[in-house]
């Protein structure tokens, strides 16, 4: 038997690198972390990805032992495959995490912007703000008059609750070209995005593009 044998022997969809969803995973990975803001939850690629990994588990848990040379090479592709969805998943969740506990008052406050968090992340937030909440109570704010307590307060016009800046400058390439011009907020910057082009703009001006998959951020 050579290496041609054993890797024909262990081609299967399940440990294909170029599924659809790594690369869905990836991109979705690769825009979280160079956005200034969380993006929407990708629901059902999450779905899907967490159910490959479960099923990846089960067969590295039923093949672990076999002494066949072709189990093993197979259980060392699995293996690698299922450590590369591992870390993109965990390192999306953790970035999201990171805005979330920076911005929490800006998610829980505002409906828009809590419809971008998945029910768990919502979760998160609330516990943890409650958490800040009752150590900054403890701490010195119950020495604070009543009126002057609150985290959120917007009295005077000025907000407390501190927001992304999406005014941020970022990468971004197209996917398509753009079927209208990106306008810049408060300049007269406007251009028209080609597909495969490279542009550093502002978030604020590609945020739809890239939430609609018609850009990216790198």
């Known amino acids: 038997m050579d290496i041609d044998d054993i890797l024909a022997s262990v081609s299967h969809p399940s440990v294909d690198p170029a599924t659809p969803d790594l690369q869905a995973l990836t991109r979705a990975w690769v825009n979280e972390k160079s956005a200034p803001e969380v993006l929407p939850w990708r629901r059902e690629l999450m779905e899907r990805v967490l159910e490959r990994l479960r099923r990846q588990v089960e067969l ?12 093993n090479f197979q259980l ?29 008052l800006y998610y829980l406050n505002d409906t828009d912007q809590k419809s971008r968090l998945s029910p768990e992340e919502q979760q998160y937030a609330s516990s943890h703000q409650a958490v800040l909440q009752s150590h900054y109570h403890s701490s010195f704010l119950s020495q604070f008059p009543a009126n002057l307590q609150r985290l959120d307060d917007t009295a005077g016009g000025i907000s407390m609750v501190e927001q992304p800046d999406i005014d941020r400058a970022v990468f971004v390439r197209a996917l398509v070209d753009g079927e209208e011009p990106v306008t810049v907020e408060g300049t007269d910057i406007d251009f028209e995005m080609r597909k495969g082009s490279i542009y550093v703009v502002r978030w604020s001006a590609v945020r739809g593009m890239v939430e609609n998959g018609e850009a990216e951020l790198i």
């Open 60 to 71: 590295v848990e039923e093949l672990t032992g076999n002494d066949d040379p072709k189990v």
């Open 76 to 104: 060392i592709v699995l293996q690698t495959e299922l450590e590369r969805f591992k870390f993109l998943v965990r390192s999306f969740l953790r970035t999201r995490i990171a805005k979330i506990d920076k911005h929490a």
